[in-house]
């Protein structure tokens, strides 16, 4: 079996593992030590020697005993762990039950704030690296360290069994998973900073977490609406940009690149989401990018059922960043005017102060109302604005353009 083969399955049974090894020990900290170690040992033998017939066990066996080992060298606890080594670990022993969705719910722990809980699930669930997600979001590996320790602290004096929740509270931690990874998605989609637009291996990550979920709660429709907007979203990966890596706009992409098979997949999960009982923000999200993905050209887009679709998200989930896109939608379908109507309606909100994303969607307005002085003020302000580069260089491209 190849390297990179290898590679995608440690990453699968990553989360596993830890999840039996923490349900069996409960300590979290040392437990996910000790997994690293096994999945560090594997990645050295098993390209060379063949993967094991049961690598799940394999794995839960070494890390067993990597545990076993920091637990004899403790000295304050050396009698309750000689007798935790007494009991030697086979790979029968391996419980047949994935606890992946326990140990991700136990990531979002409702006590970290979101940066926290992105950071803890990157490292214990995806499985990568402090230096890794320390590079993707552009820290010092010494603060990404710090800020996963804490968590993992805040997370332990909270006391939270390592146990599914019931009922509305389940309900409830749902919806704090998703947001995660939807963050984690975003993150990957459009880097918030830095010299490149997309950072693949984070979106890809968050699209594996999420196929997990799924596959736990098939029968989930905000599940599944997640799950296709990352697909939907991410099947323009190829397209967003130039091999220069300057941005590409939507309207100016060559549709006939995108990833076909992401779009039908996704398709399909957004009719099967939107069948059921409830209606969630991230299915209508969904339904949004599959109206986008139908339009074979950008001037075949149906912008009233894009509106529509908006307008019923501004009501179940009322967020700035909705009303910006609606804003744009509104102007496809009435002029605009209209859309920089609804955009003064932004101008009083804290968190759009000063935003890229209201500078550049209104100047892309006032552009198409003829008023180009406007349009290269709001440009020059809304690049100022971006820590990202490659959306620098293209707002700052739109400013020369209708200056000339």
Not at 43 to 53: F, I, L, R, Y
Not at 115 to 133: D, N, P
Not at 339 to 355: P, Q
């Amino acid at each position: 079996m190849t390297a990179p083969v290898v590679e995608d399955l440690l990453r699968e049974l990553t989360p596993q593992v830890l999840g039996a090894l923490v349900r069996r020990h409960g300590r979290c900290e040392g437990c996910e030590d000790a997994v690293q170690e096994a999945v560090l040992a594997a990645a050295v033998q098993w390209p060379a020697e063949g993967v094991p017939d049961n690598p799940r066990g394999w794995l839960l066996t070494v890390a067993s005993r990597r545990l076993i080992d920091q637990m004899r060298s403790d000295h304050a606890r050396r009698e309750r762990e000689s007798a935790t080594a007494a009991v030697e670990v086979t790979p029968e022993d391996v419980p047949d039950t994935d606890d992946t969705l326990v140990l991700l719910f136990l990531c979002c722990h409702p006590t970290l704030t979101a940066a926290s809980q992105v950071a803890l699930t990157l490292r214990a669930v995806g499985g990568l690296t402090t230096a890794e997600i320390a590079r993707a979001f552009l820290v010092p590996e010494a603060t990404m360290a710090a800020r996963i320790s804490r968590a993992k602290q805040r997370v332990k004096a909270a006391g939270s069994s390592f146990s599914l929740p019931d009922g509305a509270e389940l309900q409830e931690r749902l919806r704090v998973v998703l947001h995660v990874l939807y963050l984690i998605f975003n993150e990957g989609y459009t880097a918030s900073s830095g010299s490149e637009l997309h950072r693949a291996d984070l979106a890809n990550e968050a699209i594996r977490l999420t196929r997990m979920v799924h596959a736990q709660l098939p029968e989930d429709g905000e599940v599944a609406g997640l799950l296709a907007l990352m697909l939907l979203t991410h099947a323009r990966r190829e397209v967003r940009t130039t091999p220069g890596g300057d941005l590409v706009p939507l309207d100016e992409q060559d549709r006939t690149k995108w990833d076909r098979g992401l779009i039908d997949e996704g398709v399909g999960l957004v009719k099967a989401a939107l069948a059921g009982p409830a209606l969630g923000p991230y299915q209508l999200q969904a339904a949004i990018a599959a109206t986008h993905a139908d339009a074979a050209t950008a001037e075949e887009t149906d912008w009233p059922q894009v509106h529509a679709l908006y307008l019923i998200l501004e009501r179940i989930a009322p967020n700035p960043m909705v009303t910006l896109n609606r804003a744009i939608a509104l102007a496809e379908t009435e002029g605009p005017a209209a859309g920089l109507a609804l955009l003064s309606t932004l101008d009083g909100d804290e968190r759009m102060a000063g935003h890229h994303r209201l500078l550049s969607v209104r100047a892309h307005l006032l552009e198409k109302t003829g008023d180009t002085a406007g349009a290269y003020e709001h440009y020059r302000r809304a690049a100022k604005s971006t820590a990202s580069m490659a959306e620098q260089r293209y707002l700052e491209s739109r400013a020369s353009r209708v200056r000339a």
